[in-house]
C-alpha cells in the first residue's frame, strides 16, 4: 500500500507547516495512520497517531501545537504544525498499520506500511 507524503520545507521559528498523507490501492479501511519523525543523529520517535476512531495519541514534545486529522473516506491523513520550534527540524513520515484492502478480490490485511518522508527544517 503506497503512502505518499507531501508538505515538507522550510519555515522560521514560530511558522507553520502542514504535512498531508494519502494511501492509495484497494483500501477497505485502515486502523491506525500516523506520523513520526527522524532528526538527524536520533532515533525515528513518534509525533501522532490516529485510530479509525479518531482516538488520538501524540507526543509530549508536540501537544498543543501539532494537530493531527484524519479522512476515512478518502484514506488521508494530516498533521496541522504551528508554532514550529528548530527541534521540531526533522524527515517526517506517513505511517499506517493494519491496512484491510483487497488483492485480486481476496480480503487481506497488510501491517506496518511508511511513506518515503518529507524534510521539515525550522529556522530559528
Known amino acids: 500500500v503506497p503512502l505518499q507524503a507531501s508538505g515538507g520545507g522550510l519555515v522560521q521559528a514560530g511558522g507553520s507547516l502542514r504535512l498531508s498523507c494519502a494511501a492509495s490501492?484497494?483500501?477497505?479501511?485502515?486502523?491506525?495512520m500516523g506520523w513520526y519523525r527522524q532528526a538527524p543523529g536520533k532515533q525515528r520517535e513518534l509525533v501522532a497517531t490516529?485510530?479509525?476512531?479518531?482516538?488520538?495519541k501524540d507526543a509530549d514534545s508536540v501537544k498543543g501545537r501539532f494537530t493531527i486529522s484524519r479522512d476515512n473516506a478518502k484514506n488521508t491523513v494530516a498533521l496541522e504544525m504551528n508554532s514550529l520550534k528548530p527541534e521540531d527540524t526533522a524527515v517526517y513520515y506517513c505511517?499506517?498499520?493494519?491496512?484491510?484492502?483487497?488483492?485480486?478480490?481476496?480480503?487481506?490485511?497488510?501491517?506496518?506500511?511508511w511513506g518515503k518522508g518529507t524534510l521539515v527544517t525550522v529556522s530559528s
Open positions: 490516529i485510530n479509525n476512531g479518531g482516538t488520538i
Open positions: 505511517y499506517a498499520d493494519r491496512v484491510y484492502y483487497s488483492d485480486d478480490g481476496v480480503a487481506s490485511l497488510g501491517v506496518d506500511y
Open positions: 490501492g484497494s483500501i477497505v479501511s485502515i486502523s491506525f
